[in-house]
């Protein structure tokens, strides 16, 4: 049971570079989230999903753009890549149990922009 | 708006020794309570959560925490820690002014185990 799988793991991206953040899940979760970690600020959520096809925005979602087009996929865009954009990349699921449900983590991948 | 904190960026306590990693919330309503560790480049796991009832909860690897309404805190602890419980610990509540779909998260608390 692969649980939350994320591609790629690592990335070194040149400002204004583009890239994408694929996240996969085989749970059948409602939900899936992005979050950023960043040292000594916890994980901040990026965008989240409560479905397919739907898509809201978090805390922090300037310069990132997300899709669901099939409900185990969930994938995170940069555009044009930004220094500020580099962090860890956490990906997360969760059944869609109202409140209660917790969250399965991916391994993270780390970006880095130069 | 509904928060967590974790007072501690750090605890350091001897292997065998009692442990406790503090965290209080601020919520409207009735707090939906979560711990997570992650172990070094790793994403997190789930340890244990508060919903309802019991105000003691008991978690994975030997961990409990202690829900206190009067004190709004959720301290995680464990009675005997091992060196191999060296992690970060993240607290958290599901944000259920926005339905519920949010969850937050505090600043996380470093624990070392010394042996």
């Known amino acids: 049971n692969a649980g939350v799988t994320q591609t790629p793991k690592f990335r070194v991206l040149k400002t204004g570079q583009s890239m994408t953040l694929l996240c996969a899940q085989d749970m059948n979760h409602e939900y899936m989230y992005w979050y950023r970690q960043d040292p000594g600020m916890g994980l901040r959520l990026i965008h989240y999903s409560v479905g397919e096809g739907t898509t809201a925005k978090g805390e922090v979602p300037d310069g990132y753009n997300v899709s669901r087009l099939k409900k185990q996929n969930f994938l995170l865009g940069l555009e044009s890549a930004a220094p500020s954009q580099t962090s860890v990349y956490f990906c997360?699921?969760?059944?869609?149990?109202?409140?209660?449900?917790?969250?399965?983590f991916g391994e993270g991948s780390r970006l880095t922009v130069l | 708006a509904q928060s967590v904190a974790q007072p501690e960026d750090q605890v350091n306590v001897a292997e065998g020794n009692p442990l406790t990693v503090k965290c209080t919330y601020s919520v409207s309503g009735n707090p939906y309570l979560f711990w997570y560790v992650q172990y070094p480049n790793r994403g997190l796991q789930f340890l244990l959560k508060y919903i309802t009832g019991d105000n003691l909860v008991k978690g994975s690897y030997g961990f409990e925490a202690e829900f206190n309404k009067s004190q709004t805190s959720f301290h995680l602890k464990k009675p005997s820690a091992l060196v191999s419980d060296s992690a970060l610990y993240f607290c958290a509540v599901r944000d259920i002014n926005t339905g519920g779909f949010k969850t937050i998260f505090g600043a996380g608390t470093r624990l070392f185990v010394k042996a």
């Open positions: 997360a699921s969760s059944s869609g149990t109202g409140n209660t449900g917790e969250l399965f």
